[in-house]
């Protein structure tokens, strides 16, 4: 019986998040911080179900434990989708926020299509490989100046227009129930106790995985 989860994190307030959301089931919520370093993974996949996917099952044979990833974005129809996969290094490999969203600007200058929508995607594996997908959007359109001083991001550039405020304008409250992360998390939450029976089938179906740790053969921790 499946009793641990890990979410392929090392970010304390996404282990708290979910912490609350699972807190009536019998399972513990770990991070990859409490088992050490491990490896990072390579997200170089085309899309947030790639790039999500990839990271649950890197993280789940490394610990030879169920795990759950995420990833998300910003995409903007005039742009063709981009940033996308992309959106924190749109800018660059070491941009800032700031940087992201300035460019963001630039590349939308005279544009006057500003539709985008934020996505999500939550993705939980098994050591062997099958997985389960949780997806979650948020429409709004990109202004052409930032407003408000919460959030990160792209957020001061995106208004969700039925409360006619960026999500920097939000409070944690009101863009938690209406964000792409936020209904990705709610569609998980509802179906947790089937997500626990699923694990459970998976990890009865296979044999007890051995951790990987081929992967730390040439990394050198010792510093």
Known sequence: MVSILVLATTNKNKVKEFQEIVGDFPIEIKSVADFGPIPECIEDGETFDDNAYKKALHTAKILGLPAIADDSGLEVEALNGAPGVYSARYAGESA???????????????????KAAFKCVLSIAVPSGP???YEGSCEGVILEEKRGESGFGYDPLFLFEP?????????????????????????????????????????????????????????????
């Open 96 to 114: 800032t926020d700031e940087d992201n969203c300035n460019k963001l600007l630039q590349e939308l200058k005279g544009e006057t299509n500003r």
């Open 131 to 133: 997985a389960l997908t």
């Open 163 to 223: 409360f006619n405020k960026t999500f920097a304008e939000c409070s944690s409250e009101e863009k938690n129930k209406v964000s792409h992360r936020g209904k990705a998390l709610a569609e998980l939450s509802e179906e947790f106790d089937k997500v626990l029976i699923w694990l459970n089938q998976r990890l009865a179906e296979e044999k007890p995985p051995k951790p990987d740790h081929s992967e730390f053969e040439n990394n050198d921790w010792s510093e």
